[in-house]
């Protein structure tokens, strides 16, 4: 299954509203998650089953979506949400993550 | 606390061979599946194997770019997770991270537990 993230890169202000997509190639079926990874360290779950919050991970964060489309939400940007972001699939063999959406500062 | 630490990375010829390794500690190591996944230099992730817990046949599964190269085994009796690598490529060159399931038994879905990953450079 491929993921495909959009857009590759966003630039945004802290406070912003901030949305990623995430669209696969066939039906997964409640099987995505949200990943965020800054330089030099390793990924961070944030959601899980589509729209399950991690442990820890602030209420601002919040995944949505069904079918082939999903999406990642910040309601507030704060100064550290600024990293990359992974969506991927767990509905099947082999598992696949999205390329990646860089979150850059304006 | 949880913790993965792997081990096992460098420098390897083409062609050649390498053995990762992931000691876990903080859970029950036995009760998880576990994984490989994989960076290259300034490039996203990619999902290489992941092995079930061995209740459910303690099976497999690789990334058709690693399948009949690399493979993937644990001993839970020494909490520790493992990846075979030979025949390695240039393409091959990423920090390697092992990563939890989030939920127990069975399959890997999610990753809530990552290490700190290991280098494995494949070059002349």
């Known amino acids: 299954i491929q993921m ?3 857009p590759s890169s966003v630039s945004a202000s802290v406070g912003d509203r901030v949305t990623i997509s995430c669209r696969a190639s066939q039906g997964i079926t409640g099987w995505l998650g949200w990943y965020q990874q800054k330089p030099g360290k390793a990924p961070k779950l944030l959601i899980y089953a589509v729209s399950s919050l991690q442990s820890g991970v602030p209420s601002r964060f919040s ?26 699939q767990a509905h099947s063999f082999p598992r696949s993550f999205g390329q990646g959406t860089k979150l850059e500062i304006k | 606390e949880v913790q993965l630490l792997e081990s096992g990375g460098g420098l ?21 599946a576990m994984s490989w996944v994989r960076q290259a230099p ?28 690399f493979t993937i085994s644990r001993d839970n009796s020494k909490n520790t997770l493992y990846l075979q690598m030979h025949s390695l ?3 091959d060159t990423a920090v390697y991270y092992c990563a939890k399931d989030l939920v127990g038994g069975g399959y890997d879905r999610h990753f809530d537990y990552w290490g700190q990953g290991t280098l494995v450079t494949v070059s002349s």
């Open chain 2, 12 to 32: 390897v010829q083409p062609g050649g061979s390498l053995i990762l390794s992931c000691a876990a500690s903080g859970f029950t190591f036995s009760s998880y």
């Open chain 2, 89 to 91: 490529r240039a393409e």
């Open chain 1, 63 to 88: 995944g949505s979506g069904s079918g082939t489309e999903f999406t990642l939400t910040i309601s507030s940007l704060q100064p550290e949400d600024f990293a990359t972001y992974y969506c991927q």
């Open chain 2, 42 to 69: 300034g490039q996203g992730l990619e999902w290489v194997s992941s092995i079930s817990v061995s209740g459910s046949g303690g099976s497999t599964n690789y990334a058709d770019s690693v399948k009949g190269r």
């Open chain 1, 4 to 6: 495909t993230q959009s």
